[in-house]
């Protein structure tokens, strides 16, 4: 069955970074695009962006642009995502998500506090 | 970029009632819409794809409708464990991005 597995909680200080691995299995990796989703405390869903496996080439929402870091491992399928320069409102559970017929299949979630 | 507005952002309904919630999309998307549910502290759950496709799996309660800017989302009769927030999200060619609506936190009366 398909799994998304992320890693786990982080505390970050304001300007540094994070990266929070999804590890796939139970289908194949570079057969679907990989989104990754953000959800402040008490807030709707933002959408970050998107990596093809494959190829690894990456889609950015604007917001996140120069900010955000998408990348993969196909050996181990896995994907990354690296947020830069955080401040506290990116407090948010972090989810990777993978694409078919819209986002079929989510990640636990990771949650990511920014406070000094 | 698209805008999705979502509306309303929250209701109350009683077991059994039909419930509807809108999307509307800034410029033409075409089918390109779907529409998940929420429940507090669990991952959202794709409901519906391409505006009107039910999901593997899915309760044929649920349905959608609609295309180019409008869509409609409904539940034909409340349930109890219907209780979440509903998110619409669109899927842009160019330039390759998603959108979701600002959510419809749906509660029983």
């Known amino acids: 069955q398909v799994q998304l597995v992320q890693s786990g909680a982080e505390v970050k200080k304001p300007g540094a970074s994070v990266k929070v691995s999804c590890k796939a299995s139970?289908?194949?990796?570079?057969?679907?695009?990989m989104h990754w989703v953000r959800q402040a405390p008490g807030q709707g869903l933002e959408w970050m962006g998107r990596?093809?496996?494959?190829?690894?080439?990456?889609n950015y929402a604007q917001k996140f642009q120069g900010r955000v870091t998408m990348t993969r491992d196909t050996s181990i399928s896995t994907a990354y995502m690296e947020l830069s320069r955080l401040r506290s409102d990116d407090t948010a559970v972090y989810y990777c998500?993978?694409?078919?017929?819209?986002?079929?299949?989510w990640g636990q979630g990771t949650l990511v506090t920014v406070s000094s | 970029d698209i805008q999705m507005t979502q509306s309303p952002s929250s209701l109350s309904a009683s077991v059994g009632d039909r419930v509807t919630i809108t999307c509307q999309a800034s410029?033409?998307?075409?089918?390109?819409l779907n529409w998940y549910q929420q429940k507090p502290g669990k991952a959202p759950k794709l409901l519906i794809y391409?505006?009107?496709n039910l999901e593997t799996g899915v309760p044929s309660r649920f349905s959608g409708s609609g295309s180019g800017t409008d869509f409609t989302f409904t539940i034909s009769s409340l349930q109890p464990e219907d209780i979440a927030t509903y998110y619409c999200?669109?899927?842009?060619?160019?330039?390759?991005?998603?959108?979701f609506g600002g959510g419809t936190k749906v509660e029983i009366k």
């Open positions: 990596i093809n496996p494959n190829s690894g080439g990456t």
């Open positions: 998500a993978r694409d078919y017929r819209g986002i079929n299949y």
């Open positions: 999200q669109q899927y842009d060619n160019l330039p390759r991005t998603l959108t």
């Open positions: 410029q033409d998307i075409s089918n390109y």
């Open positions: 391409d505006a009107s």
């Open positions: 139970g289908y194949t990796f570079t057969g679907y695009y």
